[in-house]
């Protein structure tokens, strides 16, 4: 194949043919193009951009590289949600067994943390015994048997665009709309869902900062999945300040145990009702989205998601005994870190403002993320908040604890303590949630 010919196409605006693109695409994945090649056309694309039938048709090819799911009779039932990542978003984790709790199949292939965002695997492996390596096979089995089941990402699914995005990472060509929309679609189409939602997040502590790039995001990745005959809607949603109040691996494990047990923060609470909301009214379980956020609401206070949860980790290899206090008293079943450094304010004032990005990589750097692919998470460190946006405090009240092993350094101190911004006046919450596209 001559990929020099496909280059010059993109930078001439001439659209690639369905047939070049697939045989590209097929050759990516069995390695019979050198990664110069590769590299020269990840950059043409880069640069110029591709129309939204050809990212579709990308899309499509990279899907089909790999294993795609049947469902037969369930497809109706089968939905999922994707992320675009963010800070103290543990949305997945009580979703999924909301979902199943109401009737829906969920198949969430779900990935570790990417730069200073969290991501579900890890806080899922915080789990003692919790196993996210499942095969299709035993994820369709634990599927028909429970409703959900949070896996990794692994080379059967989409195993194209593996190989691209390590080639994107290493060619400053991440950040392309028409190669991001490939990437999330391909691995979630290959889940072959009926129904799909997508989290587009905007914000400083956002990989998309404003919201015009977050809807340019939202619109391509909805044009292509619609493009391969999913149900698709896009929520765009603000990512300036930390989700919930738990940042961490294990603390957002617990704190997704407390939405399930009907007493968790009422923002991530919001934000998962809205998810599934939407999702139960696309596959038709729901009258419209509001009675589906009240039957997500009710899955998560009535105990019904928790037990689905419950049921998902017994499945997923952790010990029944511990599946349980897990869901009673999950802090005595979490690695937690062996120091506990608690903030407090000078002033008194309302919450303005808390930086989501410094907390992240605060919590980064003690541990809950990596800097490099080979680098060990600590489940056990992270950051619990006392407080939220609009929320006043008195002089000398908690804001914040920091779980962590060894010395907290100056740095993060600083960094830290210049987190939260009060305000003399009362501040006012804006909501999460900016449109719906889709």
């Known amino acids: 194949m001559d990929i020099s010919k496909l280059v010059e196409q993109i930078k001439d605006n001439n659209p690639m043919s369905a047939e070049d693109i697939e045989e590209f695409i097929d050759l990516v994945a069995k390695h019979k193009i050198d990664q110069t090649q590769i590299e020269a056309w990840l950059k043409a694309v880069h640069e110029y951009g591709i129309s939204n039938d050809e990212t579709t048709t990308l899309t499509s090819a990279m899907m089909r590289s790999g294993i795609v799911f049947e469902w037969g009779d369930s497809h109706p039932l089968i939905v999922d949600k994707h992320s675009t990542g963010g800070v103290g978003d543990k949305m997945s984790i009580p979703l999924a067994p909301a979902l199943a709790a109401c009737g829906l199949k969920v198949p969430m292939l779900s990935g570790r943390g990417l730069g200073h965002t969290g991501g579900t695997v890890d806080k899922l492996e915080a789990i003692p015994g919790f196993n ?22 692994n080379a059967t699914i989409a195993p194209a665009d593996g190989i691209l995005y390590a080639i994107r990472d290493v060619s400053d060509t991440v950040d392309s709309i028409p190669l991001i929309c490939a990437s999330i679609i391909s691995k979630k189409a290959a889940e072959n869902p009926k129904s799909l939602v997508l989290d587009v997040k905007c914000g400083r502590a956002a990989f998309m900062k404003t919201e015009e790039d977050a809807r340019l995001l939202a619109e391509a990745m909805v044009n292509t999945a619609i ?26 494990i617990i704190e997704s145990v407390e939405l399930m047990q009907g007493k968790g923060p009422l923002d991530s609470e919001d934000i998962i009702a809205l998810q599934g909301g939407s999702l139960l009214k696309m596959a038709g379980v729901s009258i419209d989205d509001s009675e589906g956020e009240e039957m997500i609401r009710n899955a998560l206070k009535s105990g019904a998601a928790l037990n689905k949860f419950r049921q998902m980790c017994v499945a997923q290899g952790v010990d029944e005994v511990v599946a349980k206090q897990l869901c009673e008293r999950p802090s005595e079943v979490l690695p937690l870190a062996s120091q506990v450094t608690t903030l407090t304010t000078d002033v008194g004032g309302w919450v303005a403002d808390l930086n989501a990005l410094n907390m992240a990589e605060i919590t980064r750097r003690l541990g809950a993320g990596r800097f490099m692919i080979s680098d060990d998470i600590d489940a056990g460190v992270g950051l619990a908040l006392h407080c939220e946006i609009g929320m006043e405090l008195h002089p000398g009240q908690a804001w914040v604890s920091v779980y962590h092993n060894g010395n907290l350094s100056t740095e993060d101190s600083k960094l830290l303590e210049n987190s939260i911004s009060l305000s003399s006046e009362k501040v006012v919450k804006l909501e999460r949630h900016i449109d719906t596209i889709g």
């Open 132 to 153: 996210t390596s499942q095969s299709p096979k035993n994820m369709q089995k634990i599927i028909a048997n429970i409703g959900c089941c949070i896996a990794a990402q």
């Open 227 to 252: 493009g391969l005959g999913i149900s698709t809607k896009a929520q765009l949603t603000r990512m300036d300040h930390p989700i919930g109040r738990m940042i961490g691996n294990s603390l957002e």
